[in-house]
C-alpha cells in the first residue's frame, strides 16, 4: 500500500472523527441561522437537522475517500488524488460549517450570527483540500516506464554536433466554438445573477464568492476559445488571442516526446479545454493534432486545425528543439 495515498485517506477521514467529538463538547442548539440576506439571517434550521445535515455530508466524504485510499487496484492514482482532496475539502469545511454556527448561535444567539463566521468553512475547505492533496502527492514514472509508453519515432533524441541547427520558429492559430458559446454563455448567467442578487440585496460576502466562481470559469472559457500555439528554440507555448496572456508552456528540457495523432473528441473526453487524470487535451471539432509527452508522465494534446502537414512540421520543430536541449544536457529519456 501506498504510504502517502493512506495518509491522505486518514486526512479526509480525520473531519468525521473531528465532528464527533464536537459535537459531544458542543452540542446543537434548539434553532441555528442557515441563510442570509442584507444584515443578517432571514432562515433558520432546527439545531438536530442541521446535525444530521453535517454528518451525513462529512460521513459520505469519509466513505469516499477510505475507499479511494484503500483501493489502490481499482482506482488510478490520479483519480484518487483528486478524489481524497474533494473528501477532505468538504469534510473539514463541513466541520468548520458546524463548529462556527453553533458557536456564534450558542454566544450570540441564533437571530444574530454574523455570516462572516461561516465563511471561516471555506478557508477550512481550502486547507484542508490542499493539504490532502500535497500529502498525496503523484508517481512520477521513471525514464525507463517513461520510454516505455512513448512510441519509437515519437522519442525525444538527443541532437549533438554537426546535426545541432537553428530552430525555425512554428505557429499557428486554433479557434473552439465550443468554448466561445460557454464562456459567453457564462458571462451572460453572471451577469445576470449578479444583478438579481444585488437587487434582493444579497450579502456582499455571496456576491464576491459568485464573481470569483462563476466570472473567472467564464473568462477561463474565453480566453482558451482562441489561441496561438507557437514552438521555438524554448520549447511550446500556448497564447490566449482573447486576452493578453500565456495560458500554458512547455519548455523544451520537459519534452520527452511528441507525436502526431487524429484526435478523436471521444477519446479525449470532449470538445474544448478537457483537463483529465494524466493528460490534458484542447479540440476544436477533432483532427490532426500535436500529443506531447511531458517527462513527469503527462500528456498536452492540441489540435490543429491547419492540418495534418501544418501539424507534422510543429512536431518535428518540437522534436528538434528538445532533442537540441537534451544533447547539450547530455541527459537521456
Same mark, same amino acid.
Given at each position: 500500500?501506498?504510504?502517502?495515498? $493512506?495518509?491522505?485517506?486518514?486526512?479526509?477521514?480525520? @473531519?468525521?472523527?473531528?465532528?464527533?467529538?464536537?459535537?459531544?463538547?458542543?452540542?446543537?442548539?434548539?434553532?441555528? @441561522?442557515?441563510?442570509?440576506?442584507?444584515?443578517? @439571517?432571514?432562515?433558520?434550521?432546527?439545531?438536530?437537522?442541521?446535525?444530521?445535515?453535517?454528518?451525513?455530508?462529512?460521513?459520505?466524504?469519509?466513505?469516499?475517500?477510505?475507499?479511494?485510499?484503500?483501493?489502490?487496484?481499482?482506482?488510478?492514482?490520479?483519480?484518487?488524488?483528486?478524489?481524497?482532496?474533494?473528501?477532505?475539502?468538504?469534510?473539514?469545511?463541513?466541520?468548520?460549517?458546524?463548529?462556527?454556527?453553533?458557536? =456564534?448561535?450558542?454566544?450570540?444567539?441564533?437571530?444574530?450570527?454574523?455570516?462572516?463566521?461561516?465563511?471561516?468553512?471555506?478557508?477550512?475547505?481550502?486547507?484542508?483540500?490542499?493539504?490532502?492533496?500535497?500529502?498525496?502527492?503523484?508517481?512520477?514514472?521513471?525514464?525507463?516506464?517513461?520510454?516505455? =509508453?512513448?512510441?519509437? =519515432?515519437?522519442?525525444?533524441? +538527443?541532437?549533438?554536433?554537426?546535426?545541432?541547427?537553428?530552430?525555425? +520558429?512554428?505557429?499557428?492559430?486554433?479557434?473552439?466554438?465550443?468554448?466561445?458559446?460557454?464562456?459567453?454563455?457564462?458571462?451572460?448567467?453572471?451577469?445576470?445573477?449578479?444583478?438579481?442578487?444585488?437587487?434582493?440585496?444579497?450579502?456582499?460576502?455571496?456576491?464576491?464568492?459568485?464573481?470569483?466562481?462563476?466570472?473567472?470559469?467564464?473568462?477561463?472559457?474565453?480566453?482558451?476559445?482562441?489561441?496561438?500555439?507557437?514552438?521555438?528554440?524554448?520549447?511550446?507555448?500556448?497564447?490566449?488571442?482573447?486576452? @493578453?496572456?500565456?495560458?500554458?508552456?512547455?519548455?523544451?528540457?520537459?519534452?520527452?516526446?511528441?507525436?502526431?495523432?487524429?484526435?478523436? +473528441?471521444?477519446?479525449?473526453?470532449?470538445?474544448?479545454?478537457?483537463?483529465? +487524470?494524466?493528460?490534458?487535451?484542447?479540440? $476544436?471539432?477533432?483532427?490532426?493534432?500535436?500529443?506531447?509527452?511531458?517527462?513527469?508522465?503527462?500528456?498536452?494534446?492540441?489540435?490543429?486545425?491547419?492540418?495534418?502537414?501544418?501539424?507534422?512540421?510543429?512536431?518535428?520543430?518540437?522534436?528538434?528543439?528538445?532533442?537540441?536541449?537534451?544533447?547539450?544536457?547530455?541527459?537521456?529519456?
Amino acid at each position: 500500500m501506498n504510504p502517502r495515498r $493512506a495518509l491522505s485517506g486518514l486526512l479526509a477521514i480525520a @473531519p468525521l472523527a473531528v465532528l464527533l467529538v464536537v459535537v459531544v463538547l458542543l452540542p446543537p442548539p434548539a434553532r441555528v @441561522p442557515t441563510h442570509w440576506s442584507g444584515g443578517g @439571517p432571514d432562515a433558520w434550521a432546527a439545531g438536530p437537522s442541521f446535525l444530521s445535515g453535517v454528518l451525513t455530508v462529512t460521513v459520505l466524504s469519509a466513505i469516499a475517500a477510505a475507499a479511494t485510499a484503500v483501493l489502490q487496484r481499482a482506482v488510478p492514482q490520479a483519480w484518487s488524488r483528486w478524489i481524497v482532496t474533494a473528501g477532505a475539502a468538504v469534510g473539514w469545511g463541513a466541520v468548520v460549517v458546524y463548529v462556527v454556527t453553533v458557536w =456564534r448561535a450558542r454566544l450570540d444567539g441564533p437571530d444574530a450570527v454574523d455570516e462572516a463566521w461561516v465563511l471561516l468553512a471555506l478557508l477550512a475547505a481550502v486547507i484542508g483540500g490542499a493539504g490532502a492533496y500535497a500529502v498525496h502527492g503523484r508517481r512520477v514514472p521513471s525514464a525507463a516506464e517513461l520510454r516505455e =509508453r512513448i512510441p519509437d =519515432r515519437a522519442r525525444t533524441q +538527443p541532437v549533438r554536433g554537426r546535426a545541432v541547427g537553428p530552430v525555425e +520558429p512554428w505557429s499557428t492559430e486554433v479557434s473552439s466554438t465550443t468554448l466561445r458559446v460557454i464562456g459567453w454563455g457564462m458571462l451572460v448567467v453572471f451577469l445576470a445573477v449578479v444583478t438579481l442578487m444585488v437587487t434582493m440585496g444579497e450579502s456582499l460576502a455571496f456576491v464576491a464568492l459568485v464573481v470569483v466562481a462563476v466570472g473567472g470559469a467564464a473568462v477561463l472559457a474565453l480566453s482558451w476559445s482562441a489561441v496561438r500555439l507557437s514552438v521555438d528554440a524554448d520549447g511550446l507555448q500556448v497564447r490566449s488571442r482573447v486576452a @493578453p496572456v500565456r495560458l500554458t508552456r512547455i519548455a523544451a528540457e520537459d519534452v520527452a516526446g511528441v507525436e502526431v495523432l487524429d484526435l478523436d +473528441p471521444m477519446a479525449w473526453g470532449g470538445i474544448g479545454l478537457r483537463v483529465l +487524470p494524466e493528460r490534458t487535451a484542447y479540440i $476544436a471539432n477533432g483532427g490532426p493534432g500535436i500529443v506531447v509527452w511531458k517527462r513527469d508522465g503527462r500528456r498536452l494534446a492540441l489540435q490543429v486545425t491547419e492540418g495534418d502537414a501544418a501539424a507534422r512540421a510543429g512536431a518535428r520543430t518540437l522534436l528538434q528543439a528538445a532533442g537540441q536541449r537534451l544533447g547539450e544536457t547530455s541527459g537521456s529519456v
